[in-house]
């Protein structure tokens, strides 16, 4: 028994166990009663969960499952969602080490490293719409949608999938894809490495089809829910009166300046991280000033904008101005004012970045083909820019960013894994202090959030 514990201590699965007791800690705190938690709290007291949920369906919304989920937690006890909320916490943590850690001698190095970047996330934001609501919604699906991507992975590397795998698959599937944004990555990336499995090996496994199609299934029921549409009409003309008279292109503006407006506003950290382990990547790889000039535009976009900006504004004060039209929630470039060159900055100013991110992710990784984090980055990013189509764009605020910020998390821990390589002696220096900005971030970070749910909880 002792050498057991021995070996799991050396293991990565204890820094996972160690992600578990330090979520555990922080959620001990919180007790879900507010907003929308206590909405749905007192909508179920006195009455059966189904009898609540059931009709949301024609009126509302089509998370029957997660709202079915979320409803019989909070009726149970609080102390089982802070239990399954440190766990899905976990999971996250668990599938992207399965999934993107390479397994050698640097696994638990590498999962340190992984870990130290989800507890940078600011998990203070799944408190937008009440604790438990929002997790339930974002976070659980996020975790299970990661868990559900694991077949892919076994498939890809011809590693049996163990029968009593098959049904806790098929079930993340399903839960997974009960939320509209995780069903449309699955929908993306299943279709997507069915194709590569088809190239690879000529022939395609029936699991891929069975998952592939739980995810089309989700989709139409998605599509085809009259709660969703009616609950569409009241958020038009509740949140967002001119959304129907905006055109395709339109939509996809918005949720680009939408996107790189949340960024900036919040000073958005995971993006800040990604950029700058990309900037120290390139660095340490190329000589070329024009590479290190794009590798360092994210970087100093979101210092510039978000962290000095009230020192900047003593010196120069139209920076100001200009962090003011990239942060406005609303359609900034429309037919009528694109004349102004100043309306058009936002949308330049988004598509600079991105593009520069990519041009980046592509030098590090040298090519298209093969490129995990450029298909990871465009995944994530596609999951924020898709809600340029619904009318709570603005509405549904930063808690909508979680898809694409961690897929930032699992571009970064594969950028670490490509910095980590270096033997130099210099460089190893630039690596060994990159890693304890990351790591001392992440203890920041942690405390932040603890004082925060302490400051806010009853």
């Known amino acids: 028994m002792k050498e057991k514990i021995q070996k799991f201590l050396k293991s990565s699965n204890a820094i996972l166990l160690a992600l578990f007791i330090l979520e555990l800690v922080l959620m001990f705190f919180i007790t879900p009663n507010k907003y929308d938690d206590k909405v749905f709290l007192e909508s179920v007291t006195g009455t059966s969960v189904w009898s609540y949920v059931g009709p949301r369906y024609y009126t509302w919304s089509s998370r029957l499952i997660i709202e079915f989920i979320l409803c019989s937690v909070l009726k149970i006890s609080k102390y089982l969602w802070i239990l399954i909320e440190a766990l899905m916490v976990t999971l996250a943590g668990y599938s992207i080490s399965k999934l993107f850690v390479k397994n050698n001698e640097s696994k638990k190095e590498n999962t340190i490293m992984l870990t130290s970047m989800i507890l940078i996330y600011p998990i203070v934001l799944m408190n937008g719409a009440g604790w438990a609501a929002t997790t339930i919604n974002y976070m659980w699906p996020l975790a299970i949608g990661l868990f559900a991507l694991i077949p892919i992975r076994k498939i890809w590397d011809e590693e049996k999938i163990k029968f009593w795998q098959y049904p806790l698959y098929i079930l993340a599937m399903i839960f997974a894809t009960n939320q509209e944004q995780v069903c449309a990555i699955l929908l993306g990336t299943y279709l997507l490495f069915t194709v590569f499995l088809i190239m690879k090996n000529k022939k395609i496994h029936p699991f891929m089809i069975v998952q592939t199609l739980i995810v089309i299934a989700s989709l139409i029921f998605i599509l085809t829910c009259p709660g969703n549409a009616a609950r569409t009409e009241t958020e038009i003309q509740n949140q967002f009166k001119d959304f129907e008279m905006l055109t395709i292109l339109d939509k996809i503006g918005l949720g680009l300046t939408s996107t790189m407006g949340l960024i900036i506003k919040n000073g958005n950290i995971v993006f800040a991280l990604m950029s700058m382990l990309i900037a120290v990547n390139i660095f340490l790889n190329y000589k070329e000033k024009l590479y290190r000039v794009v590798a360092l535009v994210p970087v100093f976009s979101v210092l510039t904008l978000s962290y000095f900006i009230l020192n900047i504004n003593e010196v120069f004060p139209y920076f100001a101005t200009l962090r003011g039209i990239l942060v406005k929630e609303d359609i900034i470039l429309t037919a009528g004012n694109c004349n102004n060159l100043f309306n058009v900055i936002p949308v330049m100013f988004a ?36 809600m340029g189509f619904s009318p709570t764009v603005f509405l549904s605020g930063e808690r909508t960013m979680i898809f694409f910020e961690f897929a930032m998390i699992i571009v970064s821990i594969l950028i670490w894994q490509e910095i980590i390589k270096k033997t130099d002696k210099n460089e190893k220096k630039i690596v060994k202090r990159t890693e304890f900005i990351i790591k001392a971030t992440a203890v920041m970070q942690y405390v932040n959030c603890l004082i925060c749910i302490l400051a806010t909880q009853k």
């Open 351 to 386: 598509c600079i970045n991105f593009i520069c991110i990519i041009m980046s992710l592509l030098l590090m990784f040298k090519n298209l083909k093969n490129n995990m984090a450029l298909l990871v980055f465009l995944i994530g990013f596609a999951s924020r820019l898709i």
